[in-house]
């Protein structure tokens, strides 16, 4: 090989070498601007998800809240024109509508409609201890294992231990919510809320702590009505809800002239049976594709103007 030639040979390989480093760089640079790119564009559609939600959140919780005070305003309107018959007999009827593309659905729970649970925590003794046949009732209908037991634990778990039974952690208190008869030994979550695959109805639905008084015949579910008085029957049952369809009931005398129930079962239910309400709870849910928002509301209708004891506020995206 001659001089000319290996210098010929360098310089190929010289350019060669000088060529893949360069690709090298090429690669580096494009590769890493390919990763600057994807990583903007997943801020980007991150963000854009982020906006999206935070958009519909807002669209959902005004739906919602314009549904609640909607529905307060019905509920006074109503509240009212029932003002010389003392309260609304019965709550409205449950709504579902669409507004701006938002599904909204009302459900109108009548707390007079449920067992005041915080009736061991006033009262005269006697009434306590009826209280707690009942509810060992309600639990008997309800399938909740030792019902009786279970009746005289929560019982002593809300009264002020007047009788001396003080249960360990008990409150001796009003409750503020039906979620603290967790605590109650013997009485499980299932027992309370029920099974999450079952649609039977719940204690928890049944059992208020936002009244006292009597419970509302016009709107309380059967089980409770079987509760209250030991000798009503399926058919009576029947019977009370196929009238209050068509009328409400007015008085223990218009049940027991609008009904075939005998005397003596009437007279066993005079003492809670109760023909109006003053306090209810709204349950709203606004819906937006996936997007869910929900409000609970607690109302109490008085002479002057309908106040909010309660409310709380969830969401699901």
């Known amino acids: 090989m001659t001089a000319d030639t290996h210098d010929t040979f360098a310089g190929k390989c010289g350019r060669k070498r000088r060529g893949g480093f360069a690709l090298v760089v090429v690669l580096f640079i494009v590769v890493m601007m390919a990763v600057m790119v994807a990583s903007f564009s997943m801020r980007t559609s991150g963000s854009y998800r982020l906006a999206r939600s935070r958009a519909a959140s807002w669209r959902m919780y005004y739906a919602a809240r314009a549904a609640a005070e909607e529905a307060k305003a019905k509920l006074w309107q109503q509240f009212v024109a029932a003002k010389e018959a003392g309260a609304i007999k019965a709550p409205p009827e449950n709504e579902e509508y669409t507004v701006g593309g938002v599904k909204v659905s009302i459900v109108y729970e009548d707390e007079a409609g449920k067992l005041p649970i915080n009736g061991f925590a006033a009262g005269d003794d006697a009434k306590r201890k009826d209280l707690a046949l009942i509810l060992a009732r309600l639990f008997d209908e309800l ?175």
């Open 143 to 317: 399938s909740v294992p030792n019902s009786t037991s279970v009746a005289t634990a929560v019982r002593d778990f809300v009264d002020e231990d007047g009788d001396g039974l003080r249960e360990s952690g008990a409150k001796n208190d009003a409750l503020f919510d039906i979620c603290e008869l967790l605590a109650v030994r013997g009485l499980s979550a299932e027992d309370l809320y029920g099974r999450k695959s079952a649609e039977s109805p719940t204690a928890a639905s049944m059992l208020t702590t936002w009244r006292l008084g009597g419970v509302n015949l016009n709107s309380a579910r059967g089980e409770l009505m079987k509760a209250i008085s030991a000798r009503l029957t399926e058919g009576d049952v029947r019977e009370i809800i196929a009238a209050r369809v068509e009328r409400p009931f007015e008085s223990i005398d218009d049940l027991r002239a609008r009904t075939k129930i005998t005397d003596e079962t009437i007279s066993e239910m005079t003492a809670w049976a109760g023909f109006s309400t003053d306090t209810m709870t709204l349950k709203i849910e606004a819906r937006l594709g996936s997007f869910v928002r929900r409000i609970e509301e607690v109302i109490w209708l008085e002479s002057t103007a309908g106040h909010t004891l309660y409310m709380r506020e969830g969401r699901q995206d």
